[in-house]
């Protein structure tokens, strides 16, 4: 067997990263790799080629249960949409409850119904939802 070999690239390489990182996607699809793609198309601006890489490594991350690079990737994800939509989008300081409800009130105060949503982040009573 050959030895490996790794990569030297120039600092501010992108098209080289990109083509590294599709080069290890082909060979052995992982969420890092996808998610270090869409960092590079990130930097070179080409935003839809970021989310669409970032969404497939959220996808990865959430299927093995890594929450920590989920969360990161998540947050770039969702950052970069609401950039594309012309909008800030706050985020919450991590994702797990109640920091996200804090986080989402501001943006959606009520539910489809139009209920307020209450400091647990919920539209109706326990009583109801046993129901």
């Not at 890092?32 to 970021?50: P, T």
Request: include cysteine.
């Amino acid at each position: 067997m050959g030895k490996s070999q790794a990569v030297q690239l120039a600092p501010g390489d992108l098209p080289g990263a990109i083509a590294e990182c599709t080069k290890s996607i082909q060979l052995f699809p992982t969420p890092e790799a996808y998610d270090n793609r869409g960092m590079a198309y990130s930097l070179k601006g080409d935003k839809g080629q970021a989310l669409a890489d970032f969404r497939t490594a959220a996808r990865g991350f959430g299927t093995r249960g890594d929450f920590a690079n989920l969360d990161c990737t998540l947050e770039r994800l969702l950052g970069h949409q609401a950039a594309m939509a012309g909008v800030s989008l706050p985020a919450p300081r991590s994702w797990q409850f109640p920091e996200v409800i804090k986080a989402a009130r501001p943006l959606s105060p009520r539910n489809i119904e139009g209920r307020p949503f209450d400091q647990r982040g919920l539209a109706y009573p326990y009583g109801k939802l046993d129901s």
